[in-house]
């Protein structure tokens, strides 16, 4: 028994190549420093003493910014190469995080969290075609659940230290945010070296005509449409979830950053082996749809009447099982149908659909949860994750 599930854990990881490896430490490191946005809403309605409105609005800043971050990144991406723009969106991304700690106003707050979206958003698509690019066709979804791994991984890390740090001080968070990026950046610099020049193109599963934009990939687009509307949901967890934590349960910073941690913690010890267990088994849009419905049950636990903190954890690990069915394969969707050309364009679509969800999905749950309340907010968000789970399913590529 022992024998076979190391054999297992062995065969889920085995075969990436040593950059994969690289690429995912370096967003360990970087994630691993993720203590702000866990806690952005309560930092700006419990101590700058915003409104549950504006501070929905400013986050609202943040997403606006992820959209032109992405368009860059893409597009230079696709001009200069995935490296420098890794590189310094890195550094400038942690110089901003530790500016942003000083401002207090609306509009100071607003301006910065704007530009930190900006330059912060332009490492996705970057990171997202290097991943592309250093991977062999056979293992391209493993390699970006790897990628997905050292996120959660540091997700694990982040929210748990930065829930204790803000007890102390909330500054103190986004100078440890900072300095996380900027260590990243000097570890990418010194573990992975430039490409010397574009390789060949090897991803094997090609289902769209060589250098087509992806803009006038009309089933690409489609897809991307659904991905918005289930990201909008998927990013409660970062905004509003911690916020209900905090007045419905009178959770303590400490313990809403425990609870986050156990989604990171949990999918960096299931998803590659559960990746390499049921790929290829079904088709990819059926992995899709149960993640979708998985997130959306998830939200709809917390309206069972009776709150307490196991039912808090159980709605965790829910939105945790939707999260590894659901994102591998979508990675896996838009790299099928890119190229080494135009896979800087795909990229930034891709990052440009989770960038508008992180607008809508504080903006909006801000809204609704400030006029009809929490309860109303989490029927809303199941609803959705169940038409987003059917047009998956009804998915034609």
Do not use: H
């Given at each position: 028994?022992?024998?076979?599930?190391?054999?297992?854990?062995?065969?889920?990881?085995?075969?990436?190549?040593?950059?994969?490896?690289?690429?995912?430490?370096?967003?360990?490191?970087?994630?691993?420093g993720t203590m702000v946005l866990p806690f952005l809403t309560v930092y700006l309605t419990s101590r700058l003493g915003f409104s549950i409105v504006e501070a929905g609005l400013i986050l609202g800043f943040f997403g606006v910014g992820s959209i032109i971050g992405a368009l860059l990144g893409g597009r230079l991406t696709d001009q200069i190469g995935f490296y420098y723009v890794m590189f310094f969106s890195l550094i400038l991304n942690g110089i901003f995080f530790m500016i942003l700690g000083q401002m207090t106003g609306f509009w100071q707050f607003g301006i910065f969290i704007f530009i930190l979206g900006t330059v912060g958003e332009g490492f996705r698509p970057a990171n997202a075609a290097a991943i592309a690019e250093y991977s062999k066709p056979e293992n391209i979804t493993r390699s970006y659940s790897l990628n997905r791994l050292a996120i959660n991984l540091g997700w694990s890390v982040g929210p748990a230290a930065g829930g204790i740090?803000?007890?102390?001080?909330?500054?103190?968070?986004?100078?440890?945010?900072?300095?996380?990026?900027?260590?990243?950046?000097?570890?990418?610099?010194?573990?992975?070296?430039?490409?010397?020049?574009?390789?060949?193109?090897?991803?094997?599963?090609?289902?769209?005509?060589?250098?087509?934009?992806?803009?006038?990939?009309?089933?690409?687009?489609?897809?991307?449409?659904?991905?918005?509307?289930?990201?909008?949901?998927?990013?409660?967890?970062?905004s509003i979830l911690p916020l209900f934590y905090k007045e419905k349960m009178g959770m303590s910073e400490s313990n809403i950053g425990i609870v986050l941690a156990l989604n990171g913690l949990f999918i960096a010890l299931v998803e590659?082996?559960?990746?390499?267990?049921?790929?290829?088994?079904?088709?990819m849009k059926f992995y899709m749809a149960l993640g979708a419905v998985l997130i959306g049950l998830s939200y709809?636990?917390?309206?069972?009447?009776?709150?307490?903190?196991?039912?808090?954890?159980?709605?965790?690990?829910?939105?945790?099982?939707?999260?590894?069915?659901?994102?591998?394969?979508?990675?896996?969707?838009?790299?099928?149908?890119?190229?080494a050309q135009n896979r800087g364009q795909y990229a930034a679509?891709?990052?440009?659909?989770?960038?508008?969800?992180?607008?809508?999905a504080p903006t909006l749950g801000a809204q609704v949860v400030n006029y009809f309340g929490f309860e109303v907010w989490w029927y809303i968000v199941f609803l959705l994750c169940i038409v987003c789970a059917i047009s998956f399913y009804r998915l034609k590529y």
């Open positions: 028994m022992l024998k076979s599930s190391l054999s297992l854990f062995k065969n889920a990881y085995s075969g990436l190549s040593p950059s994969v490896w690289w690429l995912s430490f370096v967003m360990l490191v970087n994630r691993a740090i803000a007890g102390y001080s909330y500054q103190l968070l986004f100078i440890f945010n900072g300095l996380a990026c900027i260590s990243a950046a000097i570890l990418l610099r010194l573990c992975l070296a430039p490409p010397a020049s574009k390789r060949k193109e090897k991803i094997a599963l090609q289902i769209t005509p060589q250098g087509l934009s992806a803009y006038r990939d009309k089933v690409y687009m489609r897809f991307m449409i659904v991905v918005f509307m289930v990201a909008v949901c998927f990013l409660q967890l970062f590659m082996i559960l990746v390499y267990k049921i790929e290829g088994r079904r088709p709809l636990l917390l309206n069972m009447g009776i709150l307490n903190m196991s039912l808090v954890i159980f709605s965790m690990l829910i939105i945790t099982f939707g999260e590894m069915f659901l994102f591998p394969f979508i990675n896996t969707f838009w790299v099928s149908r890119s190229n679509v891709f990052t440009i659909a989770f960038a508008a969800a992180n607008v809508v």
